[in-house]
């Protein structure tokens, strides 16, 4: 049985994926199965990966289109491994990452999850001097399932990403973990995975992102009241999205919850007023 699953889900992006799919070949550690997930692709994807295919080794799952949240579930199904760590398809991971991160799990007799700093538009996901309990009490979710190696115990147990969710299914599943607890979370300053940059990736806004944050409100708000430093970005993102997509009255109750967090950043008086 191999120690690590490794999850790599698609759609439609062939022209990125074998680099992600080769960034996990190149690893220092080897002791791992490959599960590539297509999300519904029309395009060439299994034509790509089918080169790679290693009965036991690497394998290939299709489903019908059903959003990122229940690619991942999938993988999760089909892995065989102690660990799971994800992929997304246009993210590539540096050839010391699987190993680094399952020496530090290794160290603990309990469900883990490491989660590894990262490269994203040409930064570090978070400041490199951080330490963990800052990042914790932060929430610092952001480097995403890229970053992430755990405990396949941790699903076992019931913890899976929310499918109805089209986005923002990472920072749910991520206060899950907080709001469950039993899990160790490490935070590793090592920068082993960088973001391939896609025209228009971190600008496009949608009305089911704003449904989305909505939802993940209604099932986490009182929870994550508790994390003013988390809180106040949230909202004051969210607020921008709302804004650009003309939903004034969401853009003002936004910039006032974040006013709310932080009491003192008063620019968020003229924000809400000027919407």
Request: contains cysteine.
């Amino acid at each position: 049985m191999p120690s690590v699953s490794v999850i790599i889900t698609t759609h439609n992006r062939s022209s990125l994926l074998q680099q992600a799919i080769e960034s996990v070949l190149h690893q220092s550690f080897q002791d791992y199965e490959i599960i590539i997930v297509d999300d519904g692709s029309t395009d060439d994807t299994q034509k790509i990966v089918e080169p790679h295919l290693v009965p036991g080794r690497v394998c290939y799952f299709f489903q019908n289109n059903a959003g990122v949240a229940a690619a991942r579930n999938a993988g999760v199904r089909l892995a065989k491994g102690k660990y799971v760590a994800f992929l997304d398809d246009d993210d590539i991971w540096l050839p010391e990452k699987l190993e680094k991160q399952h020496l530090e799990a290794g160290k603990l007799q309990k469900p883990v999850m490491v989660i590894t700093n990262g490269i994203r538009n040409s930064k570090p996901v978070w400041d490199t001097h951080a330490d963990s309990e800052f990042l914790i009490d932060t929430l610092e979710f952001r480097a995403g399932p890229p970053a992430w190696f755990m405990s396949k115990e941790i699903f076992d147990e019931g913890c899976w990403f929310d499918e109805n969710f089209a986005s923002c299914e990472d920072i749910d599943f991520f206060v899950q973990l907080m709001r469950r607890g039993g899990v160790t979370i490490l935070y590793l300053k090592d920068i082993l995975y960088k973001s391939q940059t896609l025209p228009l990736r971190n600008t496009l806004v949608s009305t089911q992102s704003i449904v989305d944050r909505d939802y993940f409100l209604q099932k986490h708000y009182q929870y994550i009241r508790g994390f003013p430093n988390f809180c106040y970005a949230f909202f004051k993102t969210f607020a921008k999205d709302a804004r650009r997509l003309g939903l004034k009255q969401k853009a003002r109750q936004c910039y006032l919850k974040a006013l709310a967090a932080k009491p003192w950043r008063l620019e968020m008086i003229g924000k809400a007023l000027l919407v």
